[in-house]
């Protein structure tokens, strides 16, 4: 059973940074893909960025592109987000999330992973 626990959430003002991380227990990461996803209120879930443990092969969604950064430390089995220049609308909860089929290829066509943590709260206001 893969266990993932994100944490580094909090408030903060626009144009502030935060770092998220995942950590991943109960599997090594070496050869898996995480995904970071996020869900405000009253709106869908949405893919924010993806990592390919295997080679770093990155993606992420247009809305965050320049300000996010993803990267790993699999010694750590650890995923972090790295959010930088933060806006009210990056305002949600967001959650780490991977399975043995995650890939690059199919995170971009919203694939669901079927291992998730509890979220974190992430509130962009001044």
């Known amino acids: 059973?893969?266990?993932?626990?994100?944490?580094g959430g909090g408030?903060?003002?626009?144009?502030?940074?935060?770092?998220?991380s995942c950590a991943a227990s109960m599997v090594t990461l070496d050869y898996y893909a995480i995904g970071w996803f996020r869900q405000a209120p009253g709106?869908?879930?949405?893919?924010?960025?993806?990592i390919d443990l295997s080679d770093g092969t990155t993606t992420y969604a247009d809305?965050?592109?320049?300000?996010?950064?993803?990267?790993?430390?699999?010694?750590?089995n650890t995923v972090y987000l790295?959010?930088?220049?933060l806006k009210p609308e990056d305002t949600a909860v967001y959650y780490c999330a991977t399975d043995q089929f995650l890939s690059i290829s199919n995170y971009k066509m919203g694939?669901?992973?079927?291992?998730?943590?509890?979220?974190?709260q992430v509130t962009v206001s001044s």
Do not use: H
């Not at 709106?43 to 993806?50: D, I, W």
């Open 11 to 20: 408030l903060v003002q626009p144009g502030g940074s935060l770092r998220l």
């Open 43 to 50: 709106k869908e879930r949405e893919g924010v960025s993806c």
């Open 63 to 76: 809305s965050v592109k320049g300000r996010f950064t993803i990267s790993r430390d699999n010694a750590k």
């Open 1 to 7: 059973q893969v266990q993932l626990v994100e944490s």
């Open 82 to 85: 790295q959010m930088n220049s």
């Open 111 to 120: 694939y669901s992973p079927g291992y998730w943590g509890q979220g974190t």
